[in-house]
């Protein structure tokens, strides 16, 4: 495969990936006494549990695309960034490493809190795992897209 297929299905993962996370934390964090017609009473109406496999398989697929055009960027892109100065371009980068591996490392603590039948007292730590990873994919998501808007794949 092309890197530019791989930059598209990479994409493509993580947009899926954004939607199932972002539903699930808004379900998680909205109050239980939403009225059932309004905004977050429709979110609460879907099962939050639903979105926890494929939200684990997602995030995995996600950072293995990510991990192959990593390559592919950190020799072809990065050393313009640098040479043209844009520590913070490869400093956001860097945190988004950092925050993927952080989320990887939290994806079996997550897929266990979220796993049927949901245990009442593990709640709180499930919304808060929830947020973080909510968190960490709405960060690489942005980062990903400003510094491919930037320097554009393959440049």
């Known amino acids: 495969m092309t890197a530019t297929v791989l930059v598209i299905l990479h994409g493509l993962v993580a947009v899926a990936l954004l ?80 925050f993927v591996a952080i989320g990887l490392g939290l994806l079996p603590a997550y897929w266990t809190c979220w796993r049927q039948p949901l245990v009442d007292e593990r709640a709180g730590t499930r919304a808060a795992l929830t947020a973080v990873l909510a968190f960490i994919v709405w960060w690489a998501f942005l980062v990903g897209h400003v510094l491919n808007d930037m320097m554009g794949f393959g440049s």
């Open 19 to 98: 939607g199932a996370i972002t539903h699930q934390t808004l379900a998680t964090w909205a109050p239980a006494s939403s009225p059932a017609g309004s905004f977050f009473g429709r979110f609460r109406a879907v099962p939050s549990a639903s979105f926890a496999n494929a939200i684990v398989l997602l995030y995995m697929a996600a950072a293995l695309l990510g991990a192959v055009v990593y390559l592919r960027f950190k020799v072809d892109i990065q050393p313009y960034l640098e040479r043209d100065r844009h520590w913070h371009a490869v400093g956001f980068l860097d945190l988004k490493e950092d």
